[in-house]
């Protein structure tokens, strides 16, 4: 009698402290793109800020369309609307006035920056610097960091020297 009285309460007990746990929902796995397509981050002035889908090898004015296209204040001289787009890639259209590559503290972003921008790497000079950018502009945007030994003039060492000031978003 005893013992059934003890189990009695453990079972209750354990029903009222939450029973049994459920178990954890599914883990989903998703794709980032269907087949034929890539994902870009389109943000700022745009009539519809956020992640567009556009057939690989699409262009800048290709993300920006699917975005719903520029705000009246957009000023799209800071992009290469030309520029093939890549997965994951974010393109930002900034307003008038507003300063499209404007780089702050910390690295710099090798897809956005400017001349002057590169310029602030330890070992970019103007020369180097305008290499990088026609370089960009010629193949499209920075995959990586290491893409940098492409560009003529930066070789092992000077990208060791470079590594820490770089970014590629």
């Known amino acids: 009698m005893v013992a059934a009285a003890v189990l009695l309460v453990a079972g209750a007990a ?3 402290f939450g029973g049994t746990p459920e178990p954890p ?7 980032a793109a269907p ?3 890539v994902t870009v981050h389109v943000a700022g002035q745009v009539a519809a800020p956020g992640l567009v889908q556009v057939a690989a090898g699409s262009r800048i004015a290709d993300a920006v369309a699917a975005a719903g296209g520029l705000l009246a ?3 799209p001289t800071g992009l290469n609307l030309a520029a093939p787009v890549v997965d994951g890639q974010q393109v930002v259209v ?12 910390g690295p710099v972003h090798l897809n956005t920056a400017t001349a002057a921008d590169l310029e602030a790497i330890p ?4 020369v ?10 010629s193949h499209g945007p920075f995959q ?5 030994l492409d560009v003529a003039g930066i070789g092992e060492a000077k990208l060791a020297g470079m590594r820490e000031a770089v970014v590629v978003p």
């Open 14 to 16: 354990g029903w009222w």
């Open 73 to 75: 204040g957009a000023d």
């Open 94 to 105: 900034h307003g008038v006035g507003e300063a499209p590559n404007q780089q702050g503290p």
């Open 25 to 31: 929902p599914p883990l989903r796995v998703t794709s």
């Open 128 to 137: 180097l610097a305008a290499r990088i950018v026609e370089f960009r502009r």
């Open 35 to 37: 087949s034929g397509l």
């Open 123 to 126: 070992g970019v000079g103007p």
């Open 144 to 148: 990586a960091v290491e893409d940098l």
